[in-house]
């Protein structure tokens, strides 16, 4: 890569001005980053690929440009509209400073006329009761994003259109981690331009120096029309709903970043985000990976706070309840830099490379033939009610809509209130952490297992189950990878495998049956009828088996109590009950449950039912867990960062079907 310098008697920006002056044939990207004083201008050639993986790192910049149809690359469901992963391989650069770009981006935006959101507000209204009723209500999953999208025309052409939303942008959002403009245009195909700009509040993944952070955002405060008040944030932040949703994507972000990251990661926050027409809150994840950068991004397509959870799932209902396919929203860009105090690595070619990847969110598109789209999503949970997930859907677009001139700005309050110093804020935010574990809060380090393995942050638990192996079985739910992260702190090697890749289930010293979405009851599932024929199998063998969630009411109807499902969803409830005897603070996940009743072992002739297993329940009478000879199962996720008990659980739990002796008690089942 050149990067321009200013001859005498040239313009003091030449690459700006090139890309100011150019007739839509170069391609380019405005960037200002992380609120910086300078705006990046970015000139290259462009390159379509097809995997991530093919990502050009050969010792240049590459700004790629991600589609959310990737996600076919992890297998998951998605309507394919060829969108093509688009990469701008930099050969020029110019940092400019934000007050020069300012002055000479075109002052307004060019002339659209806003034509209305391509799904009415009583037709998104309606997608959002049947995907509670029909998905939440049935067990698909916990929380899920649902788009709809504002559309527009104009005559304008392309780089006054983009430079001219640019400094709008610019001049009229707060907070943004990324705001940009990218054009894209294809060498001899003028029609396949790719042309975007947008002021995106989040980052996906950040990879430098081999530390790999995430910033799950969720939770949105509406600012009035008056303005944002302390009174307002504070109700925002006391609000069940709002405080869930963030833990669910801090939950399914937490799965992603203990499948990159040896330790596993840990968390840091909240913080509360306040932009100009909105606020949300914020945690911050963070910690160490030798991956190629290429191959992280792959692993985590795509963040929670745009999808849903558990991931796979949500790419499915999301194709059964959207209406078009969604393009680029909630893809991300991509800015790879050769990086020298990057960890090396022989997948990243000659040249090792740090990664900034924000979501692209709060984004307007200008597409073929002048039309122009501005997506927007609002994350559905148990608790939503449809008329407030429109008005969100709404206030995600109007940011953007109303810096394009695409809807009225409005005066705006007469003074801005900083929400951050507000009395009470910074402790209200402080007291979200009274809920989350503090295993997955507090730094954890590495050293060397029994086994020769990683073992992260080895405790007094570890020596005990030092030296067992144990096979992990996802079915479809990331939630596996934090218990395997949790079992190799305790000790154990440990691997994870796909419900539908499983071969032996015998061979293993400990075989953990994960959770999943789906009805317990339908044997017509096959990941349904799989666990039920491996929960049999491993107990006639008389081998250690561990059930957990969708696996443990499967194992509960095998042992005769009934299994139905609940009056309201638990997805993202943090819990105190009894689980066999001991009193702990669990994250629950479950849409059904099985009930404590009187039970029949003769009554139904398998291996599961002739334990007679010891039952513990909540006060509702909804089991909590089974424990027999060999055989333990619980309901609530024991890995989840709501469950402050959940290693302390586990770590018995596992031992008990092990036959290892019990732990000495500790102090506090928190400690550990």
């Given at each position: 890569?050149?990067?321009?310098?200013?001859?005498?008697?040239?313009?003091?920006?030449?690459?700006?001005?090139r890309?100011?002056?150019?007739?839509?044939?170069?391609?380019?990207?405005?960037?200002?980053?992380?609120g910086?004083?300078?705006?990046?201008?970015?000139?290259?050639?462009?390159?379509?690929?097809d995997?991530?993986?093919?990502?050009?790192?050969?010792?240049?910049?590459?700004?790629?440009?991600?589609?959310?149809?990737?996600?076919?690359?992890?297998g998951?469901?998605?309507?394919?509209?060829?969108?093509?992963?688009?990469?701008?391989?930099?050969?020029e650069?110019?940092?400019?400073?934000?007050?020069?770009?300012?002055?000479?981006?075109?002052?307004?935006?060019?002339?659209?006329?806003?034509?209305?959101?391509?799904?009415?507000?009583?037709?998104?209204?309606?997608?959002?009761?049947?995907?509670?009723?029909?998905?939440?209500?049935?067990?698909?999953?916990a929380?899920?994003?649902?788009?709809?999208?504002?559309e527009?025309?104009?005559?304008?052409?392309?780089?006054?259109?983009?430079?001219?939303?640019?400094?709008?942008l610019l001049?009229?959002?707060?907070?943004s981690?990324?705001?940009?403009?990218v054009?894209?245009?294809?060498?001899?195909?003028?029609?396949?331009?790719?042309s975007l700009?947008?002021?995106?509040?989040?980052r996906?993944?950040?990879?430098?120096?081999?530390?790999?952070?995430?910033?799950?955002?969720?939770?949105?405060?509406?600012?009035?029309?008056?303005?944002?008040?302390?009174?307002?944030?504070?109700?925002?932040?006391?609000?069940?709903?709002?405080?869930?949703?963030?833990?669910m994507?801090?939950?399914?972000?937490?799965?992603?970043?203990?499948?990159?990251?040896?330790?596993?990661?840990r968390?840091?926050?909240?913080?509360?985000?306040?932009?100009?027409?909105?606020?949300?809150?914020?945690?911050l994840?963070?910690?160490?990976?030798?991956?190629?950068?290429r191959?992280a991004?792959?692993?985590?397509?795509?963040a929670?706070?745009?999808?849903?959870?558990?991931?796979?799932n949500a790419?499915?209902?999301?194709a059964?309840?959207e209406?078009?396919?969604?393009?680029?929203?909630?893809?991300f860009?991509?800015?790879?830099?050769?990086?020298?105090?990057?960890?090396?690595?022989?997948?990243?070619?000659?040249a090792?490379?740090?990664?900034?990847?924000?979501?692209?969110?709060?984004?307007?598109?200008?597409?073929?033939?002048?039309?122009?789209?501005?997506?927007?999503?609002?994350?559905?949970?148990?608790?939503?009610v449809?008329?407030?997930?429109?008005?969100?859907?709404?206030?995600?677009?109007?940011?953007v809509?109303?810096?394009?001139?695409?809807?009225?700005?409005g005066?705006?309050?007469?003074?801005?209130?900083?929400?951050?110093?507000?009395?009470?804020?910074?402790?209200?935010?402080?007291?979200?952490?009274?809920?989350?574990?503090?295993?997955?809060?507090?730094?954890?380090?590495?050293?060397?297992?029994?086994?020769?393995?990683?073992?992260?942050?080895?405790?007094?638990?570890?020596g005990?189950?030092?030296?067992?192996?144990?096979?992990?079985?996802?079915?479809?739910?990331?939630?596996?990878?934090?218990?395997?992260?949790?079992?190799r702190?305790l000790?154990?090697?440990?691997?994870?495998?796909r419900?539908?890749?499983?071969?032996d289930?015998?061979?293993?010293?400990?075989?953990?049956?994960g959770?999943?979405?789906?009805?317990?009851?339908?044997?017509?599932?096959?990941?349904?009828?799989?666990?039920?024929?491996?929960?049999?199998?491993?107990?006639s063998?008389?081998?250690?088996?561990?059930?957990v969630?969708?696996?443990?009411?499967v194992?509960?109807?095998?042992?005769?109590?009934?299994?139905?499902?609940?009056?309201?969803?638990?997805?993202?409830?943090r819990?105190?009950?009894?689980?066999?005897?001991?009193?702990?603070?669990?994250?629950?996940?479950?849409?059904?449950?099985?009930?404590?009743?009187?039970?029949?072992?003769?009554?139904?002739?398998?291996?599961?039912?002739?334990?007679?297993?010891?039952?513990?329940?909540d006060?509702?009478?909804?089991?909590?867990?089974?424990?027999?000879?060999?055989?333990?199962?619980?309901q609530?996720?024991?890995?989840?960062?709501?469950?402050?008990?959940?290693?302390?659980?586990?770590?018995?739990?596992?031992?008990?079907?092990?036959?290892?002796?019990?732990?000495?008690?500790?102090?506090?089942?928190?400690?550990?």
């Open positions: 890569m050149t990067t321009s310098a200013r001859p005498a008697d040239a313009a003091p920006h030449p690459l700006l001005d890309v100011l002056a150019s007739d839509g044939t170069l391609p380019f990207a405005l960037l200002r980053r992380h910086g004083a300078e705006v990046e201008v970015l000139t290259g050639e462009v390159v379509d690929v995997l991530l993986g093919d990502v050009p790192l050969d010792g240049a910049p590459v700004l790629a440009v991600v589609p959310y149809r990737q996600a076919r690359e992890r998951f469901t998605v309507r394919d509209d060829g969108a093509p992963l688009r990469c701008l391989v930099v050969r650069s110019e940092r400019v400073p934000l007050s020069d770009a300012i002055a000479a981006l075109p002052p307004e935006p060019v002339a659209a006329e806003p034509l209305g959101f391509d799904v009415p507000d009583e037709e998104y209204a309606g997608i959002v009761r049947r995907v509670i009723d029909d998905e939440i209500g049935r067990g698909a999953g929380n899920f994003v649902v788009m709809r999208s504002f527009a025309r104009t005559d304008a052409a392309p780089v006054p259109t983009l430079t001219s939303w640019f400094r709008a001049t009229h959002e707060v907070g981690y990324w705001t940009f403009a054009h894209a245009p294809v060498a001899g195909a003028p029609m396949e331009s790719l700009a947008g002021a995106t509040p989040e996906h993944l950040t990879l430098h120096d081999g530390v790999a952070r995430m910033n799950p955002i969720s939770g949105t405060y509406r600012h009035p029309a008056s303005g944002p008040t302390r009174e307002g944030v504070l109700d925002f932040l006391a609000d069940t709903k709002e405080n869930e949703e963030l833990f994507v801090v939950d399914e972000e937490m799965k992603m970043m203990s499948a990159l990251c040896p330790d596993g990661g968390i840091v926050g909240p913080y509360l985000k306040q932009m100009a027409r909105l606020s949300h809150t914020e945690y994840l963070e910690g160490r990976t030798t991956l190629d950068p191959e991004l792959r692993l985590t397509m795509f929670p706070t745009v999808t849903g959870s558990p991931m796979e790419c499915t209902v999301i059964r309840h209406t078009r396919p969604r393009g680029y929203y909630s893809g860009l991509a800015l790879f830099e050769p990086d020298d105090g990057a960890p090396s690595s022989a997948a990243t070619g000659p090792a490379y740090s990664l900034d990847a924000p979501i692209l969110i709060r984004t307007a598109y200008l597409h073929d033939g002048g039309r122009v789209s501005v997506p927007a999503g609002a994350t559905l949970v148990r608790h939503s449809p008329e407030h997930e429109v008005a969100e859907t709404r206030a995600k677009a109007a940011g809509l109303a810096s394009l001139g695409l809807v009225p700005r005066a705006g309050p007469d003074t801005v209130v900083d929400l951050n110093a507000q009395p009470g804020v910074a402790e209200a935010l402080t007291a979200r952490n009274h809920q989350l574990a503090e295993f997955w809060v507090r730094p954890q380090e590495v050293a060397p297992s029994a086994s020769g393995g990683a073992l992260t942050s080895p405790s007094a638990l570890a005990a189950l030092a030296g067992r192996d144990a096979l992990v079985v996802d079915h479809e739910d990331q939630f596996t990878t934090m218990l395997a992260h949790q079992l702190h000790g154990m090697t440990v691997r994870v495998e419900w539908d890749a499983v071969d289930v015998l061979a293993p010293d400990l075989l953990v049956l959770p999943g979405p789906g009805d317990p009851r339908d044997q017509a599932d096959p990941r349904i009828a799989a666990i039920t024929r491996r929960a049999q199998e491993r107990v063998a008389g081998r250690p088996l561990l059930a969630c969708l696996s443990h009411q194992l509960a109807g095998l042992a005769g109590f009934p299994v139905r499902a609940l009056l309201a969803p638990r997805q993202g409830v819990l105190e009950a009894d689980v066999l005897g001991t009193t702990a603070a669990v994250g629950y996940y479950n849409t059904f449950g099985a009930r404590l009743t009187t039970v029949d072992a003769t009554a139904a002739d398998n291996p599961v039912a002739r334990l007679a297993l010891e039952p513990s329940a006060a509702d009478g909804v089991l909590t867990a089974l424990r027999g000879p060999g055989v333990a199962s619980v609530g996720h024991l890995e989840s960062v709501l469950s402050a008990d959940g290693l302390t659980v586990l770590d018995a739990l596992t031992r008990h079907v092990l036959g290892v002796p019990a732990a000495a008690p500790a102090s506090s089942a928190r400690a550990h």
